[in-house]
């Protein structure tokens, strides 16, 4: 059984994402072996539909942010960076704070993110990860806690800048920024704020910002990524760019712990059947567990090692 809130579900379809592994070169043979093994669950690098590349995970990797990580699935991998900055609330959420994501391609990455290529694939990953996490523009679905983020209703707020680098691609690069982004934000300390003084109504509370005292972000509800690509009559997960050459479409979903799906996106041109979504929800649902348990204990590792270090 699990939870969807409709009012925060969106489609739109990732075309730079469409366009970069459309250019992947494969000779008919070599579509016939990789649709045939999809089929009998075996995929070329020996996993089956529903098994994931190895997951690294680094913390700590960039020393100005207030977190960072950097993530590997399989040949895969970005950094992402959080920056916490005290702001104002906008008037129509005053009592949260603000969360911006930003994604850039590395155009050393693949030949496809020179020029005009990067910044459409970054625009189109940017849009796709706040819908996701934030449930769109406003944040105003389940996902990241941005009431964890006010300080002082309607005129302090910390404002985060999470900003993701992808380094290189293989493939299933939603799903890897997402695991970046829910290890930057397990990483973050956000340092802690005391109001100085009860100012009036109409002026700016005095605020003191510590140096020394930081608390950790609250990544309980951060949700994580599972895409599920579309091959055949069959979907996998953590697909390979080979494989993305051969999808129909493919549907992202957002699940944080509590099995509440925090969004849903879907690229390619192929339309699916309300049936065939729902089942593809319910299959996200139990990969995310798997997921979640994994990237959780990566995430830990990861920061013990720092720690030591």
């Not at 910390?158 to 493939?171: A, C, E, H």
């Not at 549907?251 to 059947?273: A, E, F, H, P, Y």
């Not at 299959?283 to 013990?304: F, G, P, R, Y």
Request: hydrophobic share 40%; proline share 3%.
């Amino acid at each position: 059984m699990f939870l969807v809130d409709v009012s925060i579900l969106y489609f739109c379809n990732v075309s730079a994402i469409g366009y970069y592994v459309g250019m992947v070169g494969l000779s008919v043979g070599e579509k016939h072996f990789i649709q045939g093994g999809i089929a009998q669950d075996l995929r070329t690098d020996g996993r089956k539909r529903l098994t994931y590349r190895p997951i690294f995970v680094e913390t700590g990797v960039i020393a100005q942010a207030n977190g960072s990580a950097r993530v590997k699935m399989g040949r895969t991998e970005v950094i992402v960076s959080v920056k916490a900055e005290l702001g104002r609330p906008s008037s129509s959420a005053p009592d949260k704070g603000k969360v911006s994501i930003y994604i850039d391609c590395s155009p050393t990455a693949a030949p496809q993110f020179e020029g005009r290529g990067g910044e459409e694939l970054s625009m189109e990953l940017s849009a796709a990860l706040r819908q996701c996490l934030l449930g769109g523009k406003s944040g105003a679905g389940a996902g990241i806690n941005l009431s964890s983020l006010s300080i002082v209703d309607g005129k302090i707020c910390w404002d985060l800048y999470i900003d993701g680098l992808v380094i290189s691609m293989d493939g299933n690069i939603l799903d890897a920024l997402g695991a970046a982004i829910k290890a930057a934000l397990s990483n973050t300390g956000i340092p802690k704020v005391n109001v100085a003084s009860a100012a009036p109504s109409d002026e700016q509370p005095e605020v003191d910002v510590s140096d020394e005292e930081f608390l950790q972000f609250d990544t309980t509800a951060v949700p994580v990524i599972i895409t599920l690509t579309k091959i055949g009559r069959h979907y996998i997960v953590d697909a390979t760019s080979e494989e993305e050459s051969q999808m129909s479409s493919a549907v992202s979903v957002s699940i944080n712990r509590q099995g509440l799906i925090c969004g849903l996106t879907k690229r390619g041109g192929t339309g699916l059947d309300p049936s065939v979504i729902l089942d593809m929800i319910s299959v996200a649902k139990h990969v995310s567990e798997q997921l979640m348990n994994k990237l959780d204990s990566e995430i830990a590792a990861a920061e013990a090692m720092e720690e030591e270090s």
